[in-house]
């Protein structure tokens, strides 16, 4: 990732000219972490939308659709296959500053974690803790976001939907205050906080027993 910052930073920058004005649009600020991270974000859930709405579908009307094969036809002949993408759109604007921030956050606390401590690698319980801090962090941030998208599913089942996410965002205020929004956070995070640390730990354990064996150093 830092030799892909540092192409940027030497490569021409993209100019701009407004009238007498020329504007160098220097791509250096960016972080190409969080470019690929918002780029994973986006494909995983081009694929697995269609799961989630399943998923929420069995949840919230398991007596319209009790099992998986009938959430599936019904799902089809009501909408056919726009209708597993149906709430693409929020899912998209709450996942993006998701996953960019978790993929980022992990990263940059890895990276000055061991400039502090003057360590090139970390123990499993490093990345166990440093992975727990980044999805409490990405959670954190969107979760507002996510607390929207619920709110546009339920009412969209309920026939009271809001019309976009600023709305859904308008109305949870509106009923319950800027806290409506963080509402359910505690518990989510019990939930991604364990989970991402698992996830990096066993990525970077794996990443480094692959590198070993095929003799590449660390």
Known sequence: M?????KWKQNECPKLQIGCIDLNLSLSWISPTAVAGAAAGVASTLVCHPLEVLKDRLTISPEIYPNLGAAIRN??????????????????????????????????IKKSYCLAKNKKTLNRPEMLIIGALSGFTA???SFPLEVARKRLMVGALQG??????????????????????YRGWGASCLKVMPSSGITWMFYEAWKDIL??????SL
Not at 2 to 6: I, M, N, R, V
Not at 160 to 181: H, T, W
Not at 211 to 216: D, T
């Open 139 to 141: 959670s954190t941030i």
């Open 75 to 108: 799902i089809y002949r009501d909408g056919g296959i726009g209708a597993f993408y149906a709430g693409l759109s929020p899912t998209l604007v709450g996942m993006l500053p998701y996953s960019t921030c978790y993929y980022f956050m992990y990263d940059t």
């Open 211 to 216: 590198l070993v064996q095929k003799g590449i």
């Open 160 to 181: 009271k939907c809001p019309p976009n996410m600023a709305a859904a965002l308008s109305e949870v205020i509106r009923e319950e205050g800027l806290k409506g929004l």
């Open 2 to 6: 830092s030799s892909l910052q540092e």
